[in-house]
């Protein structure tokens, strides 16, 4: 058995300080290393002042989202994990006959995308929409609908705790810089932009209210106000008349532009879906 030297016992010999020189020699390397990671690592925290809207609420709130026998949206991803199953249409096809639930992790993480065999962009519900319409062969669902937003909450939740992942799409480019513009543009009687709020204002109070700095993290949300679920577009068409602007119609491709801009915006973010706000 190896016994360890005592205090007492004579310093290292010459064979012994050799034997650890190597060791030695390489300590100041390897803590230069470290160090340097560890300010790297720092520096991008630091440099990195983006907050989720999760973060601009109370604790009681923080809460409701993160138990989920409290959160409400998680009423729509019961419903939604039922409709998964459930054939519809023309063609008696489920969800659950193409896609395993595990298929769906990270998918909502990486929308808005371009599908196949076309040239623009469709987020979530519009995916849900397409494979009704070319899969299932059935009609499709009322824009902001329980069941629309049922599956699109359970698809969602799949991708909860992901970073936010942008397709490495360049189509979807001009797409995105029509988001910015329109992100920066002024509109409505009240000569707003969506800048002038979340980027300018980000963090001051509205009506007893942080003003969020509009990273869609955790779409489709429940609201508070609302008493319901509902997804990106309808909290956009909610800021438009908030600012008297009139609102793009619900299939207007101006919405989707505009979540390409604030995905890309949110890159990196962690995705919280099904979200809950005030």
């Known amino acids: 058995m190896k016994v360890s030297r005592s205090k007492s016992q004579s310093p290292l010999t010459l064979p012994e300080r050799m034997r650890w020189r190597p060791a030695l020699a390489l300590l100041p390397v390897v803590f230069a290393a470290s160090f340097a990671m560890a300010q790297a690592g720092a520096d991008k925290s630091a440099s990195d002042t983006r907050r989720s809207g999760y973060q601009d609420m109370g604790a009681a ?49 990486r929308y808005p995308a371009i599908p196949e065999n076309s040239d623009r962009p469709i987020d979530l519900e519009g995916r849900i929409q397409l494979c009704r319409a070319s899969h299932q062969q059935a009609e499709r669902l009322a824009p902001e609908s329980r ?15 992901l970073p936010i992942a942008p397709p490495d799409d360049a189509r979807l480019a001009p797409f995105r810089s029509e988001g910015e513009a329109i992100y920066r543009r002024r509109q409505g009687q009240l000569n707003l932009s969506c800048a002038i709020c979340h980027d300018d204002n980000a963090g001051k109070k509205l009506a007893g209210v942080t003003i969020p700095q509009a990273h869609p ?35 207007a491709v101006d919405y989707v532009a505009l979540e390409v801009f604030l995905m890309g915006r949110a890159k990196g973010m962690p995705f919280e879906a099904p979200g809950v706000r005030p």
Not at 71 to 81: A, F, I, R, S
Not at 222 to 251: D, F, M, T
Request: positive net charge; hydrophobic residues 40%; aromatic residues 8%.
């Open 61 to 109: 709130l923080q809460k409701m989202q993160d138990d989920d026998t409290a959160n409400p949206g998680m009423l729509y991803v019961q419903l939604g994990e039922q409709l998964w199953a459930k054939p519809a249409g023309a063609a008696s096809k489920a969800c659950a006959d193409c896609h395993s639930v595990a298929d769906m992790k990270g998918v909502a993480a």
């Open 147 to 161: 069941d629309l937003l049922s599956l699109a909450a359970f698809v969602a939740r799949q991708s909860r705790g």
């Open 217 to 251: 993290t955790g779409y489709p949300i429940y609201r508070l106000e609302w008493q319901a679920l509902g997804s990106l577009k309808r909290r956009l068409r909610n800021c438009l008349v908030g600012i008297r602007a009139e609102a793009y119609p619900y299939e």
